[in-house]
Each structure stands twice: as structure tokens, then as C-alpha cells.
């Protein structure tokens, strides 16, 4: 059973950081790209950022362009995002997600690009 576990999550005064980690676990995910998205409260979940296999290739949100850092370890199957110079409108639940197949050196921006998601985590950013 395929499961993508978030955590880092919680509550941070704005212009502060925080980083975000995914641990997926349940299959091989060789090739796969994996993403973070986020939801806030009566909104669509957006994207934030896509990390290829390779990592050659980081799709951001020009929302976080400059401000949030995306990356991987393939060997922990295992993706972080850093959050540096948090703001108020980045409050939401962060998702982690990945794909089921991959082209090592590309990850989509949409939400029907992954095929696996996490439960999320909250982050709360406090003016």
C-alpha cells in the first residue's frame, strides 16, 4: 500500500521558515516525480513545486518563486520543501503527492499530473 507522509507542518510568525518533509513508502518510486500542492480554506488546491527523478528540473509557483526550495533524497524516498520568508497568504494544508510512472526528468504543475497523495499538514502563518 503506497503511502506519502507529510510532516513539519504548524504555526510560524511571518518572515519566518519552515521545512516540509514527505516520506513515501508501499512500492519503487524510481523515475517518479513528486510535487507539493496546498489548499487553503474555500479555494482549489494550487500547485507550489515539482521535483523531476533527477532533479534536474523544479517547477515553482511564481507565488514562492525566490522564497520556497523544493528537493529530494532518492535513496530515503523522501522530498522536502523549505519555506523561507513566509507570508500570511501562505497558510493553507500542504499536500505531497507523486506520480505512478515517470520521465526522470520532468514533473507536472497540475493536480491531475499525480497519482498518489499524502494527508497533508497544516501551516499556519501568523501576521
Known amino acids: 500500500q503506497v503511502q506519502l507522509v507529510e510532516s513539519g507542518g504548524g504555526l510560524v510568525q511571518a518572515g519566518g521558515s519552515l521545512r516540509l518533509s514527505c516520506a513515501a513508502s508501499?512500492?519503487?518510486?524510481?523515475?517518479?516525480?513528486m510535487g507539493w500542492f496546498r489548499q487553503a480554506p474555500g479555494k482549489e488546491r494550487e500547485f507550489v513545486a515539482g521535483i523531476s527523478w533527477t532533479a534536474n528540473y523544479t517547477p515553482y509557483a511564481d507565488s514562492v518563486k525566490g522564497r520556497f526550495t523544493i528537493s529530494r533524497d532518492n535513496a530515503k524516498n523522501t522530498v522536502y520543501l523549505q519555506m523561507n520568508s513566509l507570508e500570511p497568504e501562505d497558510t493553507a494544508v500542504y499536500y505531497c503527492?507523486?506520480?505512478?510512472?515517470?520521465?526522470?526528468?520532468?514533473?507536472?504543475?497540475?493536480?491531475?499530473?499525480?497519482?498518489?497523495w499524502g494527508q497533508g499538514t497544516q501551516v499556519t502563518v501568523s501576521s
Open positions: 508501499g512500492r519503487t518510486f524510481t523515475g517518479c516525480a
Open positions: 503527492a507523486a506520480t505512478r510512472t515517470g520521465s526522470y526528468y520532468y514533473a507536472g504543475r497540475v493536480v491531475g499530473d499525480y497519482d498518489y
